[in-house]
């Protein structure tokens, strides 16, 4: 039988451990909030000093309480994703605008900066416009122009109620297009080129005619240099869609090229997504697909075609294309301006590559 001072002992130990398990998350909250203030105190005068010695560059500042009022107090969503949340809104003059409020997160310094310095820049129809921004505290917006038509991925990849395609075939060639000469500008028509490294079809959006605009520049990496060679800390953009080289060096040096890969991939993706029988043929489904694509192109091209010789053509233009673009090597892959000679030009006067990715 324990003795009274054991027992003792006992309840004081139960007792200290009872106020820990209640103290201790308090405590480890409160210490995060003091250590992420300090970070912010100490990240926003390096983000003021990028602002204030580039101020002729970029587009208006605005204040939080102007974003507020621009977007009725946040009242319309458009979407949301890792970034953060972005909002539909106007400005005094009518005209209609999208407000992405970035998260506070470790990351969102680099993002707000690559954002502002690389859209700041450009001037193309393929390529949204920034129309300002805002710096205040740990609130941090861009704004843009509104989008009516959204995402590629809300029209390439679904049906109508009737099982049609939202996009025609013609249309869907002539978004590949601009999508690659926007990349073209990007990776030789800016005084500084720009890598995006996160082209989807999430990050390409479309106005109230369909010209496609590409857009989230958070991950992208400015070139001085014409070679558009970079040095990145480690893997960026989304799986299914970053090229080889970005993961191991043994692929090549990380450069435009990597942009071109992923053009590749969602231009193979936007093929394949026109062909529901691809989703239920199992020969398909349990293999990658460009390889698959490869091996049966021609097969694939006379049952998108049906009765339409011009559809064929814009297919299988489409297919070689995306080819060429996701080879393994990054010195066997054409430039953006080669892949928009291809889009352009006869298809007669295209070869397939002499091999494909495999998965």
Known sequence: ????????????????LSIL?????????????V???????????RIESFLQKNAGVYPKRYTYAQVKKMTGTFAEKLGQGGFG???????????????????????????????VASISTTSHVNVVTLLGFCFEGSKRALIYDYMPNGSLERYAFKHSSKGEHILSWEKLFDIAVGIARGLEYLHRGCNTRIVHFDIKPHNILLDQDFCPKISDFGMAKLCQNKESVVSI??????????APEVYSKQFGAVSSKSDVYSYGMMVLEMVGARDKRINANSECSSQYFPQWIYENLDEYCFGASEINGE?????????????????????????????????????????????????
Request: with cysteine; net charge positive.
């Open 85 to 115: 949340v972005v909002y539909r809104g106007g400005l005094s003059s009518g005209r209609q605008i999208a407000v992405k409020m970035l998260k506070n997160s470790k990351s969102d310094v680099e993002e707000f900066i690559n954002e």
């Open 1 to 16: 039988m324990p003795s009274p001072l054991q027992i003792v002992c006992a309840d004081i130990i139960a007792s200290t």
């Open 311 to 359: 559809i064929k053509e814009i297919a299988r233009k489409m297919i070689v294309v995306g080819l060429w673009c996701i080879q393994l090597s990054a010195s066997n892959r054409p430039t953006m301006t080669r892949v928009v000679e291809m889009l352009e030009g006869s298809t007669g006067s295209l070869e397939l590559p002499p091999q494909v990715l495999l998965s």
């Open 233 to 242: 800390g480690g893997a960026r953009g989304t799986i299914g869609y970053i």
């Open 35 to 45: 250590y992420r203030s300090r970070k912010r105190s100490k990240e926003t005068p």
């Open 21 to 33: 398990a209640i103290c201790l998350p308090s405590a480890c909250l409160l210490g995060y909030k």
